[in-house]
C-alpha cells in the first residue's frame, strides 16, 4: 500500500468521496468547509465555507448538499454552484450518519437515526423520494447499481448485509446477500461485483465479498494494513484509512 498523507490534526474530516481518479472531496468542520484534495501532490483547496451550514453530504447532479441540526433532526439544503444561495431540500427526524450518492449522481442514499432504529430514505433534486419502515439496527446503506442499495442491519447478533431494489420509486423487498453469527457491519465500499465492508464487532476487520463467487463468502484483509475503507479507485485498489503511529 501507499501512504499518500497525513492531513493537519484540528479540522475534523466529516465526509470524503473521490471526484475523479486523480481528486477527493472532503467535508470539514472547524469551521465548516468543502475541500479539495490532489493526493499525487499532496495539495489541498478550499472550495468554499458557509457559516450557516455545518456538513456537506455529497452531490445531487453536481450540486452540493448540506446539513445543521434543528432540534430533533437535520435540515437539508442544496447549494447553487460556487456556494451560492442554498435552497432548502428537507426537514428530517433524526440523524443522518452516512449518505451516499448513486452512481448515475442523480439520487443520494441516506441512513437516518432514532435511537436503535434507522431509516432509509432516498433525496432527489426535489426532495425525498421514498423512505423505507424504521429498521431495527440499521447500520450502513450503499449503492449496488443506480436501481439498487445494499444495507447492513444487526449490532451483536446475526449481522446481515441486504439487497433492496427500487421498484416504481420505492424500495421493494429485500434479499439476504451475506450473514455471520455475531459481529457489527459498519462502513461499505462497492465496485463492481466487490463489496468491502467493515466488522467492527470486537476488533476492526475489513472483508472483501466477490458476488461472481458461489455462496457470497468473505475474504478477510489484513488488520495491521486495513482499519477502515474510504473508497475504490477502480475494481481491484481501494483507498483505506488507518491511526498513523
Not at 53 to 64: I, S, V
Not at 93 to 107: K, L
Given at each position: 500500500?501507499?501512504?499518500w498523507?497525513?492531513l493537519?490534526a484540528?479540522?475534523?474530516?466529516?465526509?470524503?468521496?473521490?471526484?475523479?481518479?486523480?481528486?477527493?472531496?472532503?467535508g470539514?468542520?472547524l469551521p465548516?468547509?468543502?475541500?479539495?484534495?490532489?493526493?499525487?501532490?499532496?495539495a489541498?483547496?478550499?472550495?468554499?465555507q458557509?457559516?450557516d451550514?455545518?456538513?456537506?453530504?455529497?452531490?445531487?447532479?453536481?450540486?452540493?448538499?448540506?446539513?445543521?441540526q434543528?432540534?430533533?433532526?437535520?435540515?437539508?439544503?442544496?447549494?447553487?454552484?460556487?456556494?451560492?444561495?442554498?435552497?432548502?431540500?428537507?426537514?428530517?427526524?433524526?440523524?443522518?450518519?452516512?449518505?451516499?450518492?448513486?452512481?448515475?449522481?442523480?439520487?443520494?442514499?441516506?441512513?437516518?437515526?432514532?435511537?436503535?432504529?434507522?431509516?432509509?430514505?432516498?433525496?432527489?433534486?426535489?426532495g425525498?423520494?421514498a423512505?423505507?419502515?424504521?429498521?431495527?439496527a440499521?447500520t450502513a446503506?450503499?449503492w449496488l447499481?443506480?436501481?439498487?442499495?445494499?444495507?447492513?442491519?444487526g449490532?451483536v447478533?446475526?449481522?446481515?448485509?441486504?439487497?433492496?431494489?427500487?421498484?416504481?420509486g420505492?424500495?421493494?423487498p429485500p434479499?439476504?446477500?451475506?450473514?455471520r453469527?455475531?459481529?457489527?457491519f459498519?462502513?461499505?465500499?462497492?465496485?463492481?461485483?466487490?463489496?468491502?465492508?467493515?466488522?467492527?464487532?470486537?476488533?476492526?476487520r475489513?472483508?472483501?465479498?466477490?458476488?461472481?463467487?458461489a455462496?457470497?463468502?468473505?475474504?478477510?484483509l489484513?488488520?495491521?494494513?486495513?482499519?477502515?475503507?474510504?473508497a475504490?479507485?477502480d475494481?481491484?485498489?481501494?483507498?483505506?484509512?488507518?491511526?498513523?503511529s
Open positions: 500500500g501507499q501512504t498523507s497525513r493537519a484540528g479540522h475534523p474530516i466529516h465526509r470524503v468521496e473521490f471526484v475523479d481518479g486523480d481528486r477527493l472531496r472532503f470539514q468542520t465548516f468547509a468543502v475541500v479539495e484534495w490532489t493526493p499525487a501532490t499532496d489541498t483547496r478550499a472550495l468554499w458557509r457559516a451550514w455545518e456538513r456537506w453530504l455529497g452531490q445531487l447532479d453536481g450540486q452540493d448538499v448540506v446539513a445543521r434543528r432540534p430533533g433532526g437535520w435540515t437539508l439544503g442544496l447549494a447553487a454552484p460556487g456556494a451560492g444561495e442554498v435552497r432548502e431540500l428537507a426537514q428530517l427526524e433524526g440523524q443522518v450518519p452516512v449518505a451516499v450518492g448513486s452512481p448515475d449522481g442523480h439520487r443520494l442514499a441516506l441512513l437516518l437515526e432514532r435511537r436503535y432504529d434507522g431509516q432509509l430514505a432516498l433525496l432527489g433534486p426535489g425525498i423520494e423512505r423505507s419502515a424504521w429498521i431495527p440499521l446503506v450503499h447499481d443506480d436501481r439498487t442499495l445494499i444495507y447492513a442491519t449490532t447478533d446475526l449481522p446481515t448485509l441486504w439487497a433492496a431494489p427500487l421498484v416504481d420505492a424500495l421493494g434479499r439476504r446477500l451475506y450473514l453469527p455475531r459481529g457489527w459498519g462502513q461499505l465500499a462497492v465496485a463492481a461485483d466487490r463489496v468491502l465492508f467493515i466488522d467492527s464487532g470486537a476488533t476492526f475489513c472483508r472483501v465479498i466477490d458476488r461472481r463467487a455462496g457470497a463468502g468473505a475474504r478477510e489484513d488488520p495491521a494494513a486495513v482499519g477502515a475503507t474510504l475504490w479507485l475494481e481491484a485498489t481501494f483507498v483505506t484509512w488507518n491511526r498513523a
